[in-house]
């Protein structure tokens, strides 16, 4: 559901128009996927070609696009913006774990999503694992009428609020991105938000799309005041709207009471959130200094006022936003009202807060990024830096699997295919993850592997390999020379999560003869380090509340 953006003809005399220009780049590059060319969103903003030029280096500057020739392309770190929403509220931090479990226990997919004027916008979501698989993406925007969290906040809209909903159905009663309503569940709104409102739930049959059914009830904050609807997914192969309540409503209600608890007592449950960046005027002011024209200063400086929000930092005073970024009070208080115009800030008396809609600036496109595609880009910039190829590995039982690779254009290269397994023990990725695993698990998973010699020179004997990865586990790095092959050269360093594990590993292959082992240590390892630093930056902030896929 597309969210009206005001004209410039509406603004405030006060707004940032290089603020409100660069938001509707970031807006219709996520609208369409995540990816435009320069002349797409010439013809899809309206704004001039050197304007779009501007605003794209601006904005890869920062590392929220990616520019890739003539295509303009969304990188993780736009996310930031969306996980300042997301913390700042600390729903899916505190309800995210209690969300996974309900899903478990009734096999189905289960959603939180909160209300965004007339609209649902979804913040976390857990799937089930199926070929037909049931899935909103983080920040995805669907019309109330249309979902039966919907339902469940408008039992509870005011008379205002009806009426904008009314307004907003007059002049848009369809969206073209939705199929028309089934019959089975079309009846009457407000007849059907009445009927939620006296029972406690509300059931989606086939509104949003042929097939799909949910059952929603709404999780209420200690004041009583409704903060979310989570929501059980499933089908209609698997059950009618009648089974899935009878089945699975009890325990949703279970589900919500523990929700319910959690948000009496967050304290012992949420994650602590890093403080805002300092300091992000004097970062703004280098690049433009760095960059002169080409970077729009004004546009920067008013995208890191939304990073000032957080968890402990849902509202915020003008001074607290000025303190936080390092602007002017004056700079972030005209960033402040062109946000509020823009429908991405609200103010309350005298503090501001973030709404649902920053959550449309990127985060459905990249919700769904996977660790590949995260890493790509980076393989591509080790790769043109060292001149070798470069993979990207995961661990696969005893083996490692290949998900990444950038080739180098040499005549002779090290050739492997995306989906390429090698056994684990003997290949330079495979003991970097090894290494990290719990000694007991590494000793284990030693043991049950059938160690052969690939080479004359593999190390296969199990003391030997336990002081071998004893030793990349001290030094971060794992130096594989014709073990796996004989003429390659191989390393290695680990991708790390947020919690410091061992996700993947980053390598660089090369024939031996390019360089010796003391050069690979001296001229690759930075850059390699360099990269898989760069690697979990994005991931870290990609994967703050959603999961990314390894794979």
Request: negative net charge; aromatic residues 4%.
């Amino acid at each position: 559901m597309a969210v009206t953006t005001p004209t410039n003809d509406t603004a405030p005399a006060e707004a940032v128009g290089p603020l409100m220009r660069g938001i509707c780049v970031l807006r219709d590059i996520s609208e369409a996927g995540g990816l435009m060319t320069v002349s797409e969103l010439v013809r899809s903003t309206g704004l001039a070609r050197s304007t779009v030029d501007r605003i794209a280096a601006t904005l890869a500057r920062m590392g929220y696009l990616r520019l890739d020739g003539h295509r303009v392309v969304l990188a993780p770190r736009l996310m930031e913006l969306g996980n300042a929403y997301l913390a700042a509220i600390r729903l899916p931090g505190l309800l995210g774990p209690l969300a996974e479990k309900l899903a478990a226990e009734v096999d189905e997919s289960v959603s939180l999503a909160v209300p965004d004027r007339d609209g649902v916008r979804f913040v976390h979501q857990t799937t089930r694992r199926r070929a037909m698989s049931l899935t909103f993406r983080i920040g995805d925007l669907l019309p109330a009428e249309r979902t039966a969290q919907g339902t469940v906040f408008a039992a509870y809209w005011s008379e205002e609020e009806w009426a904008n909903w009314h307004a907003r159905r007059t002049a848009d009663p369809f969206l073209p991105a939705l199929p028309p309503p089934h019959a089975a569940g079309d009846g009457p709104f407000e007849e059907r938000a009445a009927e939620a409102c006296s029972q406690g739930w509300a059931v989606d049959d086939q509104l949003i799309e042929p097939g799909l059914i949910a059952l929603a009830l709404p999780v209420r904050a200690p004041d009583g005041e409704v903060v979310c609807a989570v929501s059980l997914v499933s089908h209609t192969s698997r059950h009618s709207a009648e089974s899935l309540r009878e089945s699975l409503l009890p325990r949703a209600r279970d589900a919500v009471a523990a929700m319910e608890q959690r948000l009496s007592h967050p304290a012992d449950e949420e994650r602590a959130d890093e403080p805002p960046a300092g300091g992000l005027a004097d970062w703004t002011s280098a690049s433009k200094q760095e960059l002169g024209a080409e970077f729009v200063e004004s546009l920067a400086r008013g995208l890191t006022v939304i990073t000032a929000f957080g968890d402990g930092r849902a509202e915020l005073t003008l001074a607290a936003v000025a303190e936080a970024t390092g602007l002017a009070r004056a700079t972030a208080r005209r960033a402040l009202i062109t946000l509020e115009h823009l429908g991405y800030v609200e103010a309350r008396e005298r503090t501001f807060r973030l709404t649902p809609s920053v959550l449309a600036l990127g985060c459905p496109p990249l919700s769904h990024t996977t660790l590949s595609e995260i890493a790509s880009p980076h393989l591509l910039t080790l790769v043109q830096q060292v001149h070798d190829s470069a993979s990207l590995a995961v661990l696969d039982g005893d083996a490692i699997q290949y998900t990444a690779r950038v080739a180098t254009g040499r005549i002779m290269s090290v050739n492997i295919q995306i989906g390429t397994r090698f056994p684990a023990y003997a290949a330079s990725m495979g003991r970097v993850l090894l290494a990290g695993l719990p000694p007991q698990e590494r000793a284990d998973r030693l043991e049950r592997t059938e160690r052969r010699a690939l080479t004359p020179r593999t190390v296969t004997g199990l003391p030997e390999l336990r002081a071998v990865l004893e030793r990349v586990a001290q030094e971060g790095y794992a130096l594989v020379d014709e073990e796996l092959e004989e003429g390659l050269r191989s390393l290695a360093v680990p991708v790390r999560d947020l919690d410091g594990k061992p996700v993947a590993a980053v390598n660089v292959a090369m024939h031996s003869s390019r360089r010796t082992v003391q050069q690979c240590l001296a001229e690759v390892l930075p850059e390699l380090r360099a990269t898989a630093a760069g690697i979990e930056a994005d991931l870290h902030i990609a994967g703050r509340f959603t999961r990314i896929p390894t794979a």
